[in-house]
């Protein structure tokens, strides 16, 4: 059996009350943090109504997503995540950060959605890019059951699919953008 990697990538929160302050987490294959660059506009886009905000950071993994969200003024977040090894370091930077406005939550992505009941202002969706069936899952979940308040940021390294599932899926895209291989939308209900 091979060993788990013990090497450690980082990445920055880039505003607000934890502005520069690192975020370490295990090095895997499929864990790629959204760039500082699309963190930066996403939390542009998103300045004027994160204050106070119950958001979730689906898919989690180094919690950049979500722990940016909290720096930035949000009121609670909730981090899931599956993946054991992931977990564990985001159990930690959560720890360190001694917030006790948010949550971690290990599970998988998509049963996380069939059980929750209380809406999110705002939804970070950022599934592995080898599982594309998994954010059309969970859009059609977050549609279905009514999750989202105002807006679902999506991850893909596929526009084309963005635009599909957000259609099928009865949401419009507000604002996007893209950076090397990554496509990225805010959207919202009809």
């Not at 599956?82 to 370091?89: G, K, L, Q, T, V």
């Not at 939550?105 to 069936?133: K, W």
């Amino acid at each position: 059996m091979k060993k788990p990697s013990t090497k450690t990538q980082s990445v920055r929160i880039i505003g607000g009350r934890w502005r520069g302050r690192k975020i370490l987490f295990p090095e895997i294959n499929d864990l790629r943090p959204t760039l500082g660059r699309t963190r930066e506009t996403l939390f542009n886009w998103l300045r004027p109504e994160i204050s106070g905000t119950r958001c979730l950071d689906l898919f989690a993994g180094s919690g950049a997503l979500g722990i940016e969200a909290l720096s930035q003024g949000a009121g609670e977040v909730v981090l899931v995540e599956n993946e054991p090894s992931i977990f564990r370091a985001l159990e930690k930077s959560v720890t360190d950060l001694g917030e006790p406005t948010c949550q971690t939550i290990r599970a998988n992505g998509v049963t996380y959605l069939t059980a929750v009941t209380e809406p999110f202002d705002i939804i970070f969706l950022d599934p592995p890019y080898a599982q594309p069936e998994v954010l059309g899952a969970c859009l059609k979940l977050i549609a279905e059951r009514k999750l989202a308040k105002n807006y679902i940021y999506v991850e893909s390294n596929q526009s084309e699919l963005i635009e599909e599932i957000c259609s099928i899926n009865g949401f419009k895209i507000d604002r996007r953008t893209s950076s090397a291989s990554t496509f990225s939308a805010l959207v919202a209900n009809r």
